[in-house]
């Protein structure tokens, strides 16, 4: 049985617009009849994966991805003194090993996540080839690797179609985080001046617009498999450990970064429940199908997770074998102490 990693984070913002629908006022969502305010997954994976936080706990444990590998390809080997049309023939060869190319193109269709040790082995590939002036062989062109370090990939997986052998199984799940109370979006009019018109002919203003925002108190989920993330790191528990512990760091300190010049919408978590054990994961989403209502919305909302964890242990039995928090509303537990706690 897998060994699971379960995170419940509530985070407070005030009025904000984090992540943008199409039209660019806040994501939102329905549950329990109400309007909640809404991260995507995917924009909370993404500021994750390359905030600086994480990108210096984990250094050379990161993948790239992209879809220009072939244009890196293709100007790495003209540096090496290879001629335009060969380099761009041989990158277009190194890099369809990660997908499909558009028609004429160095570009790969779909965003290929890409290991640092499988682009260290294309670069040094590119070398050889305009170095020696040749086309690369059939072998060499096996790039590909099942065996890497690349942590973002361990954690959040990936798939090339074209190359299904090479997919990696997500070791870490995010749910959406959603507000734990209902929000009515509001719009911000705004104007800007000019700072040359003196306002002797026109004393109106340069440029007129509007922002939606809205401040809400998020619950966020994370469930990591530590099992499998360890089988994707080829039986690394150091790096698996590592990484565990440089993803909560990011998913508690750091903010999404929709409109953050304008709200300045930088906050910690307030509260982290941290669960462990071979038992089957489950959301506390369910503490809020009633929203939080009330003035002190952080205390109320604290006191409806720990009460429907509770209630699930008395429904099915335990549901974690060990569990650690940190409340910063009372100022109590410990960040460097939760840290410890998920990577024992």
């Known amino acids: 049985m897998s060994q699971f990693i379960q995170l419940h984070i509530l985070t407070s913002y005030a009025p904000s617009n984090l992540n943008r629908d199409d039209l660019g006022r806040p994501k939102t969502a329905k549950m329990g009849g109400f309007d909640r305010l809404r991260v995507s997954s995917q924009s909370l994976k993404r ?145 800007a001046v000019d700072d040359l018109n003196d306002g002797k002919e026109d004393s109106g203003s340069s440029h007129i617009g509007e922002s939606g925002f809205a401040a809400a108190l998020f619950y966020s989920y994370i469930c990591i498999n530590k099992t499998q993330l360890i089988a994707n790191l080829n039986g690394d528990e150091g790096l698996a450990n590592k990484a565990i512990q440089s993803l909560t760091e990011a998913a508690v300190k750091v903010s999404p970064q929709g409109k953050q010049n304008s709200f300045a919408s930088r906050a910690y978590a307030s ?24 003035n002190d919305q952080a205390e109320v909302a604290i006191a409806a997770l720990n009460k429907q964890m509770s209630n699930f242990d008395k429904v099915y039995g335990e549901c974690a074998t060990e569990r650690y928090s940190i409340d910063a509303v009372n100022g109590e537990g410990s960040f460097a102490e939760l840290k410890t706690f998920i990577a024992q």
């Not at 038992?279 to 009633?290: D, I, N, T, V």
Request: charge should be negative.
């Open 271 to 294: 509260y982290v429940l941290a669960e462990k054990g071979e038992y089957q994961p489950r959301s506390l989403s369910a503490a809020f199908l009633k929203p939080v209502a009330g």
């Open 47 to 191: 500021n994750w994966r390359c905030s600086e936080l994480f990108e210096e706990a984990m250094a050379d444990n990161i993948g790239t991805r992209t879809k220009r590998f072939g244009q890196q390809v293709f100007d790495l080997m003209l540096d090496k003194g290879a001629q335009e049309k060969n380099a761009k023939k041989w990158a277009t060869e190194i890099a369809g090993v990660f997908g499909k190319l558009k028609k004429d193109s160095l570009e790969i269709e779909q965003l290929a996540h890409i290991s640092p040790e499988e682009q260290a082995a294309a670069f040094a590939l590119a070398t050889t080839l305009a170095e020696e002036n040749r086309a690369p062989e059939k072998e060499e062109l096996n790039l590909l690797r099942q065996n890497q370090s690349a942590v973002d990939i361990a954690l959040f997986g990936r798939m090339l179609a074209s190359s299904p052998a090479y997919n990696v199984e997500a070791a870490c799940q995010v749910a959406h985080a959603l507000s734990v109370h209902s929000v009515v979006v509001e719009d911000d009019y705004f104007t």
